[in-house]
Structures are given as C-alpha cells and as structure tokens.
C-alpha cells in the first residue's frame, strides 16, 4: 500500500514539474560534509541502488526515522488542495521508475524568489520523518537544507 | 572509492545479500530445468508461461490482491499444464498454442491495467514487470523466505526425479515402456517450470526469463557431453553468472535483470568458442 502510494507520490511530483516557475534562486554553500553526520548519503550510491534504498524508505519507514538523509535529484513541486510540496525526484537505472522524496525546507523560504525552478538538480539533505494526511502514511525529510547542484 | 570498497559499502545492506542469495538460487533451478527443457526443444514454453504470468499480475493487480504471488503461481501453474496438454494434442500444435498464450496474456493482462489499473505509475509498474528493473532488490522478508523455499524446493525435486527426467527427455516413449511414469513425469516438469518462471520474474523480468533457462543449458552443451555434465556446468555457469550480474548491476547501476542476462550472453559466446576448439 505505501509503495502505491510512493508510486501515486512520485507522479504527482512529475505532473507539477510541467508548469514552469520563475526563480531567483541563489543556491547556499554546501554545509554537508562526507563525514557531517549524514546516515544515508544517496548520493554514495550507483543508480540501482539508490532505487532500491529509496523503495526502502517508503515501504518500510519505521527503519529510517529520524535518520538524516542525503539525495541528489530533480527539483519537483506541486500544489494540492492541503498546501504546496517540494521534492527531489530520483530516477532508477531504467529511468521509468522516478520517486519521489517530499522535503520541507528549513527556514522560511519565499516561494518562488529562493526555490530553484522545477527540474533543475538539486541536493537535499533532511530528517527522515513520517506524517498522516487522512487515512494515509506520507514519508518526508522536514529540516532539509538545499543545494543547487548544476545551474 | 575503489571497486572493492564499494562493494564492501553495498554488502552492508541486507537487500544486498538477499538479492544475491535469492536470485543465485532461482538462477540454479532456472537452469537445472533449462537442460530437460532445451533439450526436449521446448526452449519457448518459458516465454510463454511467463506472459501468462505477466497477465495474471495484472489481474492480482487489478483485483488488489494483497501478497500477488500465490494468485500468479496458481494461474502459471494452470497455463503450463494447459501447454503440456496442448503439446500432445495433434489439432493445435505446442508452439502454435505457446504462441496464442503468449500473446493473449500480454495483450489482456496491458489492457486490463489501463482500464482498471490502480497505480498512479503504470508505465513503471509494466517496466519493472517486463524487464525486472530492481524488483529482486526490494523483495519483503515474506518474498525473499517464500523464494529460497520455492527455489530449494525445485533443485530438491530435480534431484530426487534425476534419473525419471533423464529418462522422459531422451526417449518418452521408452520412458513409458518402462514404467517410468512418464505423465507424471512431465507434469513435474510443467510445474517447476510454472514455479520457476515465476521466481524469475522478480529476477529478470517476464521478458528476460527465457535467458535464464536456455543460455545456461546451451554453454554446457557445448563442452560437456553427457547429461550429467551438461546439468552440473549449467548450474555452475548460472550461478556464476546471476552472482557476477547482479554485483555488476548494484557497482555500475545498471538494471538487474539485463545485465545478468548480458553475462550470460558474454559467458556463452566463451562457451561456444571452448566448444569450437574443442570440437577442431
């Protein structure tokens, strides 16, 4: 049921990239470092595996709570009747099967002047959390720092 | 970070180790069923079970079946025996209805998922069906126990029925002469071929199975000449391969499934040169 609905994120992530955002996005210094106490650095790993890792976090959530994690990917956002999300979406090794990560960012970011415009790469590095909307589970990193990775 | 840095990385993840144990399991009974199979010319029946089974998923699917693998285990064992039958039936041909199955598994079960499909990603779900995509990498604890139980179980059984197998794929006819139970016997076979093609499916994808059970038999059958011989180098060669495939594909992040099949297309054109030099 989580992966269904990690799937219906992950498209839901890819729809809203289709409108185009203007941004005057200035990215931060990156602050991560290989050894900042990251707990899963995504961006350590091949293609396949970030997919398998990324499967892993949405299917079995409890096993990544509170861990800080580290992704690289494409900025996503979309607007919904509950707000607006912004993601990096990871593509796997067949580039069909996209997923999406939601990420809040830390501080409070105006949208859209300091958010990069959807698709640009980013890297985001958040607390792995879990939160309810209705009768279904979400997975999110809150607290998340993010960097452009290419301009 | 050097090659065997990485790979040290990547043992630490337990989808790692189960996907390496899972899947060099179902690549050795893959193979041991190869060799009766490809030998008896029924190298297809594979492909086309697997169709079937890729429309059974799409009914699970569609029905919201929680756990899909007993519903496509079921119906994939249904279709083989249908095979089997259709295969000594002279008014349609074994290949003719291979082929029927094939193709109306895979067009029913596509359309079905459109019309009635719940996944909000149905293009993905159909890919990692097809070509397996990462499927053996993000197998559940139930999915991993059930497949090395199943696996175990199908190398179990060709053991125990090696020498019922040996008789029924060189001469059914003087199988059946002789008392071996030669029915029965094929419809063993249709059994483990059913279950195997359905393990596999997590492996390489419905469309990549065929790989798993045909390239193993055909190296061995180039430098081994008995049927012993030939059983043995298969499952050292798939074993082998599905081991070397799947460390490659997590190191350079490329899809599980192809790239075992990949090796084994690499290692059998080694294979068939040995043969060649040995044959001169």
Redesign the interface.
């Known amino acids: 049921m989580r992966a269904?609905i990690a799937?219906?994120l992950?498209?839901?992530l890819l729809a809203g990239c289709a409108r185009e955002i203007p941004s005057t996005y200035i990215p931060p210094e990156p602050t991560a470092t290989p050894d900042s106490g990251i707990d899963v650095d995504l961006t350590?790993?091949?293609?396949?595996?970030?997919?398998?890792?990324v499967?892993?976090m949405l299917?079995y959530p409890e096993d990544y709570l509170g861990k800080t994690i580290r992704a690289a990917g494409e900025f996503a956002v979309y607007d919904e009747p509950e707000g607006r999300f912004y993601a990096v979406v990871v593509e796997?090794?067949?580039a069909?099967?996209?997923q999406g990560l939601e990420f809040v960012p830390a501080g409070e970011l105006v949208w859209p002047e300091e958010f990069p415009e959807p698709g640009q790469a980013i890297l985001v590095e958040g607390t792995f959390a879990v939160y309810k909307q209705g009768n279904f589970e979400f997975c999110h990193l809150v607290d998340a720092g993010m960097t452009l990775t290419e301009e | 970070m050097g090659l065997m840095q990485t790979l040290a990385l990547y043992w630490q993840y337990p989808f790692v180790r189960s996907a390496l144990a899972v899947g060099v399991l179902i690549a050795l009974c893959a193979s041991l069923l190869g060799v009766p199979l490809v030998l008896r010319r029924f190298s297809f029946i594979g492909d086309g079970l697997s169709h079937a089974a890729f429309g059974a998923m799409a009914v699970a699917s569609v029905l919201n079946l929680a756990g899909e693998m007993p519903f496509v285990l079921g119906v994939t064992v249904v279709c083989a025996v249908l095979l089997l039958r259709a295969g000594q039936n002279a008014s349609l041909r074994g290949d003719a209805a291979t082929a029927m199955l094939s193709v109306g598994a895979m067009a029913v079960g596509y359309l079905l998922m459109n019309l009635f499909g719940t996944s909000a990603n149905l293009s993905g779900d159909v890919c990692a069906t097809l070509f397996g995509a990462t499927s053996i990498l993000t197998l559940s604890a139930g999915e991993v126990w059930l497949s090395a139980a199943l696996a175990l179980g199908i190398t179990a059984v060709f053991a125990l029925f090696y020498h019922r197998i040996f008789a029924v794929t060189f001469d059914e006819d003087f199988a059946r002469a002789a008392g071996v139970g030669a029915k029965a016997c094929n419809l063993l076979l249709a059994v483990s071929a059913a279950v195997v093609i359905v393990l596999a499916m997590n492996l390489v994808g419905s469309l990549l199975v065929t790989g798993l059970v045909v390239f193993p038999a055909l190296a061995a059958m180039r430098v081994c000449g008995s049927f012993g011989g030939v059983t043995l180098c298969a499952a050292l060669f798939a074993v082998g391969c599905a081991a070397a495939g799947i460390l490659i594909a997590v190191v350079a992040g490329t899809p599980v499934g192809s790239t075992i099949v990949a090796v084994e297309i690499a290692v059998w054109g080694l294979f068939w040169l040995a043969g060649k030099r040995r044959r001169a």
């Open positions: 269904r799937g219906l992950a498209v839901l350590a790993l091949s293609s396949t595996m970030v997919f398998a890792e499967y892993n299917a796997d090794a067949l069909c099967c996209a």
